[in-house]
């Protein structure tokens, strides 16, 4: 059973266009990630999300990008105005707090066209 | 920023015998290291971890091995098996909460 589950899976857009992607936990986790991983390339850091704050970003996270969590449940990644090289897999991930070992989830496939 | 590295971007060994996937790093902050496993379309898997406290730990076919003073860190799997084959990628990060530095991955591939 996955520990996070993303939506949509795959999502397609037009360039310029803002997109919003989910990440919905099993049960109530406090610690959140975003990566991305560009195709070929490593997977990279976007930014951690904890108890409602932003914890750390990295330079990639920039003033296109956002995070909230709206509900009080689902984190969401909004890119406000989406370029192509937004192209990527997107994971959510969640940390286990005994062992410091992250999960992932299986990721939302965005393509910007 | 390349702080974290795999040289070598596939691998390929027969089944039942030994693969070793390779990373090195270049800070020295980090103090704990994951292996992950990912096939395509799918989320990183965890697979194993250790801390800067140990040079080795062991679960399984899998053993990871650190050497802090090389900035180096090993994956080995005894024996591989065809199921094995993936996308490995090391990541290190510098204390708890902190982002994980992955590096570029290894796909690996176990001939039957």
């Known amino acids: 059973e996955p520990e996070v589950t993303q939506t949509p899976s795959h999502q397609v857009t037009q360039m310029g266009q803002e997109v919003i992607l989910r990440c919905v936990p099993i049960?109530?986790?406090?610690?959140f990630y975003w990566y991305r991983q560009i195709l070929g390339q490593k997977v990279e850091f976007l930014v951690s999300f904890y108890n409602n704050e932003i914890s750390e970003k990295s330079e990639i996270f920039d003033d296109q990008f956002s995070v909230e969590r709206p509900d009080g449940s689902n984190f969401t990644l909004k890119i406000r105005s989406t370029k192509l090289e937004d192209s990527a897999m997107y994971f959510c991930?969640?940390?286990?707090?005994?062992?410091?070992?992250?999960?992932f989830g299986p990721g939302t496939r965005l393509t910007v066209l | 920023d390349q702080q974290v590295k795999q040289n070598s971007p596939s691998l390929s060994v027969q089944e039942g015998r030994i693969s070793i996937l390779n990373c090195d790093y270049t800070n020295s902050m980090f103090d704990y290291f994951l292996w992950y496993k990912k096939y395509p379309a799918e989320g990183p898997t965890f697979l194993i971890s250790i801390s800067s406290i140990k040079d080795k730990n062991e679960d399984g076919r899998f053993t990871v091995f650190l050497n802090k003073s090389a900035k180096h860190l090993s994956l080995h799997i005894v024996p591989s098996q065809p199921g094995d084959s993936a996308v490995y990628f090391c990541?290190?990060?510098?204390?708890?909460?902190?982002?994980?530095?992955f590096g570029t991955g290894t796909s690996l591939t176990v001939i039957p």
């Open positions: 049960s109530n986790h406090l610690y």
């Open positions: 990541a290190a990060s510098r204390n708890t909460g902190n982002q994980f530095y």
């Open positions: 991930a969640r940390i286990d707090s005994y062992t410091d070992t992250q999960y």
